[in-house]
């Protein structure tokens, strides 16, 4: 069978092009990479290569053409043992027919096909029914944390954690302390001060199975690794059509911490949370980072877990039982009230409750719900205490734009906003790189003051 | 240009071959192959060949979208290391990545699908040319940022050291990846820890548009681990021979728990980077001189020739089997139908 040769096309927008010269002559015989002709598009002079090999039986397009469209037949390509006589044929012989090419018209018709209903994330587990009689015990986060891996490397032997400093020096803000003494070095792993290489190394071993927690000194590092988190972790599960992912934990300090200035000071919770493939989690109290840190290394998805310094050596109460663990994506109401609702999360829940406390003095009634994890968002909690009190503030030490307080604006606007009684204000950090000199990075920073203002703002009662 | 810059200097055994820090270690003589490997050879690479060639057919066609890399040319890296590793040994590497699954002995059908985006592809079409992943085959991407493989595939090869399993990674990336921050922050830890990881540098001269000579100061890539002691050689990467004794002297070195081994594998590609590239930053006559000098196929087939090992019929019956399947895998592609638009909202968390 005589053998159609097709315009080409040579790069993803090409719809025509002109078919500058023929290289080759009817009778010539080629092989396959020939260069049979060269064709023009408005970016580029191209070869064609033949594919098959034979000789040109016709040529159907004179060279010089101009505005030949893709997959046009522009010659006919004899087979061995072929004469021109089997043209004829060809040109009886029914066009062999095509699918449907991916091509212009398809995705046409493509677009008219419904898109399909975005999941509706399950229903978040409830936390945990503490028993009664359960002993509560103080702890820091910081030893929440440390106990929090502990006992998940204790429980799987595919759990490792590596970072600079994090075994012998036992951790720049000693979060693993002492695990070092309990793991040996082969799953706690002092690494060169190399995050991308680190992050990349870490990644590579999730896919492979593991289940690696890889701690940054502190997120602002991070930025050097944020490809293999998000190009990488983030997407390799959809990318293998669900063959393989990476089952692990990126986690350390986050935001700001105190007179350390511009670079050591950003809190990147929005950036991690517009990305599909990523859990992102910001604990505040002690339970919260025991419970959920625990959850985020036997989740078999890539977690980022952003820690707070400042809050690493407060103390809280926390449950002591075995296996204490938090659901992801379940928001905690950290306190009930009627008139406005505080959203918060992270040492943002620290002006929040702090102001709850000033405002009820005052005959307001706050309402403080602990986000604990970003994505995926608790929106439903959150709507829930808004359409009780129809007000709303949330409390953030990020940068104001496209922060996740925009994003909760965004979502309680178009879930529930005859239930609003006031626009919904945010507190954050000023659209400033942090300062160092003390009286202006208080200034950047959110205080309890905005929040008791907002609040009063809000409610109508400034 | 020679396609090998040293390829046959040197003995195979082991006591000259053995490396002694970054000492450029001579590269072992080729192997000479029996009957059965150098036709092995030759239908691999033929196959590779021949999908390759189909799939830019099927690009031209307007069936194949975004950006397609082909490997014409460059057969007889991804066969020759395919030959020397043992099972279980993973692959990872860059969007030049079609003829590594082929290689991998992954359903050709798949792979063509995957190229056209079609739901029996290996990532349900929703991962395209440049990512595609078998765990059954132990092949882990098709990575569309350039570097990012090399640290990915020095965790893979963690992983084997962690859980002693005895096997070893090996990381392609090209000879314009090779100047990735990446690569050097994954090379130490590598030495430093013993990993057992080979980095294959696929030197097919140019990245992009850019030779080699314009993009690194030094540039015999085999001593880009002189710094952190890793073991490093130039290869005739056109001969499969050549590629495969390499490789067996590497894994061997990696698998005896002496860390990482480099190979730069000196080899061409023929077509352009990707299909849109209309190549102007090289001569047809430098093109056409590799083909006809240094071609890996064509090398083993007068081989093969010369040694009777099959006749000028059998061979041409090779072709036609070869090309059958070929034509099979871009049938299917063609036929297969598009993912299913729930696929959409799948496989993002599990
Ligand atoms: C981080 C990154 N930068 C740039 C690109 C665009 N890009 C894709 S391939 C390529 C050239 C790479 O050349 P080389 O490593 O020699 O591999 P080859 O294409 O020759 O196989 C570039 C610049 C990219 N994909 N990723
Ligand atoms: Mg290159």
Same mark, same amino acid.
């Given at each position: 069978m005589p053998i159609d040769i097709l315009m080409p096309a040579l790069s993803p927008t090409m719809e025509e092009g002109k078919l500058a010269k023929w290289l080759k002559a009817e009778g010539d015989s080629v092989t396959a990479g020939d260069v049979i002709a060269e064709i023009e598009t408005d970016k580029a002079t191209m070869e064609v290569e033949a594919v098959e090999e034979g000789t040109i039986g016709k040529i159907l397009v004179p060279e010089g053409t101009d505005a030949v469209k893709v997959n046009e037949k522009i010659a006919i390509l004899l087979e061995e043992g072929e004469d021109a006589s089997a043209l004829d044929k060809a040109s009886e012989a029914a066009a062999p027919a095509q699918s449907a090419p991916a091509g212009k018209e398809n995705a046409e018709a493509e677009t008219a096909a419904p898109l399909p209903a975005a999941p509706v994330s399950?229903?978040?587990?409830?936390? /945990?029914? &503490? /028993?009664?009689?359960?002993?509560?015990?103080?702890?820091?986060?910081?030893?929440?944390?440390?106990?929090?891996?502990? @006992?998940?490397?204790?429980?799987?032997?595919?759990?490792?954690?590596?970072?600079?400093?994090?075994? @012998?020096?036992?951790?720049?803000?000693?979060?693993?302390?002492?695990?070092?003494? @309990?793991?040996?070095?082969?799953?706690?792993?002092?690494?060169?001060?190399t995050e991308h290489g680190f992050a990349g190394m870490g990644v590579g071993a999730a896919m492979a199975g593991l289940k690696p927690i890889v701690e940054f000194m502190t997120f602002n590092f991070a930025m050097q690794?944020?490809?293999?988190?998000?190009?990488?972790?983030?997407?390799?599960?959809?990318?293998?059509?669900?063959?393989?992912?990476?089952?692990?934990?990126?986690?350390?300090?986050?935001?700001?911490?105190?007179?350390?200035?511009?670079?050591?000071?950003?809190?990147?919770?929005?950036?991690?949370a517009s990305v599909p493939g990523l859990t992102v989690i910001q604990p505040y109290s002690a339970a919260d980072a025991k419970g959920l840190l625990k959850a985020a290394i036997r989740n078999p998805n890539p977690v980022v877990f952003l820690e707070n310094e400042i809050l690493y050596g407060q103390t809280f109460e926390i449950p002591d039982m075995d296996d204490f663990i938090l659901p992801i994506g379940k928001a905690k109401v950290e306190r009930t009230g009627s008139?406005?609702?505080?959203?918060?999360?992270?040492?943002?829940?620290?002006?929040?409750?702090?102001?709850?406390?000033?405002?009820?003095?005052?005959? &307001?009634?706050? @309402?403080? &719900?602990?986000?604990?994890?970003?994505?995926?968002?608790?929106?439903?909690?959150v709507i829930k205490s808004v359409k009780k009190t129809g007000r709303l503030v949330t409390v953030e030490e990020a940068y104001p734009m496209c922060s996740v307080s925009s994003e909760i604006a965004f979502q309680v606007q178009e879930k529930a906003f005859d239930y609003l009684d006031a626009p919904i204000l945010r507190v954050t950090g000023k659209d400033v790189p942090m300062p160092y000199a003390a009286n202006l990075e208080k200034l950047a920073l959110p205080n309890v003051q905005e929040v008791i203002d907002a609040a009063k703002a809000v409610t109508y009662t400034a | 240009?020679?396609?090998?810059?040293? =390829?046959?200097?040197? =003995?195979?055994?082991?006591?000259?071959?053995? =490396? $002694?820090?970054?000492?450029?270690?001579?590269?072992?003589? *080729? %192997?000479?192959?029996?009957?059965?490997?150098?036709?092995?050879?030759?239908?691999?690479?033929?196959? *590779?060949? $021949?999908?390759?060639?189909?799939?830019?057919?099927?690009?031209?066609?307007?069936?194949?979208?975004?950006?397609?890399?082909?490997? *014409?040319?460059?057969?007889? %890296?991804?066969?020759?290391?395919?030959?020397?590793? %043992?099972?279980?040994d993973q692959m990872i590497t860059g969007y030049r990545d079609h003829g590594h699954m082929l290689a991998m002995d992954l359903d050709p059908k798949g792979v063509m699908a995957e190229l056209t985006g079609r739901r029996g592809g290996l990532s349900k079409g929703k991962g395209g040319s440049m990512h595609m992943f078998s765990k059954e085959k132990h092949f882990y991407g098709g990575h569309g940022i350039v570097g990012?493989? %090399?640290?990915?595939?020095?965790?893979?090869?963690?992983? +084997?050291?962690?859980?002693? +399993?005895? +096997?070893?990674?090996?990381?392609?990336?090209?000879d314009g990846a090779s100047n990735q921050g990446q690569v050097y922050e994954s090379f130490n830890m590598a030495q430093l820890w013993k990993i057992p990881v080979i980095y294959v540098i696929e030197n097919n001269k140019y990245g992009m548009g850019t030779s080699v000579e314009r993009s690194s100061a030094n540039t015999d890539l085999s001593q880009r681990g002189a710094s952190f002691g890793i073991p490093g050689e130039q290869v005739d990467g056109m001969d499969v021979r050549a590629v495969m004794a390499a490789s067996q002297k590497a894994l061997e070195h990696c698998r005896s728990g002496k860390g990482p081994y480099i190979l730069e594998m000196i080899t061409y590609r023929y077509r352009g980077h990707s299909m849109s590239d209309p190549a102007k930053y090289r001569s047809k006559e430098e093109v056409q001189k590799m083909r006809t000098e240094h071609d890996p196929i064509e090398q083993v087939r007068k081989r093969v020739l010369d040694n009777g090992w099959a006749t000028e019929d059998e061979l041409k019956a090779l072709d036609k089997d070869v090309r059958a399947i070929v034509a099979e895998a871009a049938e299917f592609a063609q036929t297969d139908p598009e993912p299913d638009v729930s696929e959409l909202y799948t496989d993002i968390l599990l």
């Open positions: 399950s229903e978040p587990a409830d936390d /945990p029914e &503490i /028993p009664d009689g359960t002993p509560m015990k103080s702890s820091t986060v910081r030893e929440a944390l440390r106990d929090a891996m502990a @006992e998940e490397m204790r429980r799987d032997g595919d759990v490792f954690v590596m970072g600079e400093e994090v075994a @012998e020096y036992q951790g720049a803000y000693k979060i693993t302390q002492g695990l070092l003494a @309990e793991f040996g070095d082969k799953r706690v792993i002092d690494t060169p001060i690794a944020i490809d293999q988190i998000i190009n990488s972790a983030a997407k390799t599960l959809y990318m293998s059509g669900g063959q393989m992912g990476a089952p692990m934990v990126f986690r350390g300090p986050n935001g700001a911490a105190a007179r350390v200035g511009a670079q050591h000071s950003q809190d990147f919770a929005s950036w991690y008139d406005v609702t505080l959203v918060s999360w992270s040492i943002g829940m620290t002006y929040a409750l702090k102001a709850a406390d000033q405002l009820a003095e005052q005959g &307001i009634s706050a @309402e403080v &719900i602990n986000l604990r994890t970003i994505r995926p968002l608790d929106i439903d909690t | 240009m020679a396609a090998a810059t040293k =390829s046959t200097a040197g =003995s195979g055994t082991k006591s000259a071959s053995r =490396s $002694r820090g970054a000492a450029k270690s001579a590269a072992p003589a *080729i %192997v000479e192959f029996d009957k059965d490997q150098e036709l092995h050879a030759y239908r691999e690479m033929l196959q *590779i060949r $021949r999908f390759e060639e189909k799939a830019g057919q099927l690009y031209g066609m307007g069936l194949i979208g975004g950006f397609c890399h082909l490997y *014409i040319g460059q057969e007889a %890296v991804v066969v020759g290391m395919q030959m020397a590793k %043992v099972d279980g990012a493989q %090399v640290s990915l595939g020095t965790g893979l090869g963690f992983a +084997n050291k962690y859980r002693e +399993n005895g +096997n070893v990674a090996m990381a392609f990336f090209g």
